[in-house]
């Protein structure tokens, strides 16, 4: 059975640091595309960054510059590195694992930045 668990999500001050990691159980994290979703109340689901097999790194605009995606493949563990928090991050937060047509998420973690 396969499952991405999320943690690390909480609240912050803007300006603040979150880490969010992503444990994946029953996938071998490596071959996948590996990223972290947002959504905001209200909001459309959107991606926030991905890291390929080859670690080719992909990042929406708004958080270039503030936010790092990284794997551990030993550790089967992908995690998101959040810097300069700004509460227009504030969402819940996905992780995510595609192989061509199959898909696997996470249930999401709770992050809230306070202006």
């Known amino acids: 059975q396969v499952q991405l668990v999320e943690s690390g999500g909480g609240l912050v001050q803007a300006g603040g640091s979150l880490r969010l990691s992503c444990a994946a159980s029953g996938i071998a994290t490596g071959i996948f595309v590996m990223g972290w979703y947002r959504q905001a109340p209200g909001q459309q689901r959107e991606l926030v960054a991905e890291v390929t097999s080859g670690d080719k790194t992909n990042y929406v605009e708004s958080v270039k510059g503030r936010f790092t995606i990284s794997r551990d493949n030993a550790k089967n563990t992908v995690y998101l590195q959040m810097n300069s928090l700004k509460p227009e991050d504030t969402a819940v937060y996905y992780c995510?694992?595609?192989?061509?047509?199959?898909?696997?998420w996470g249930q999401g973690t709770q992050v809230t930045v306070s202006s």
């Open positions: 995510n694992a595609v192989l061509l047509r199959t898909t696997f």
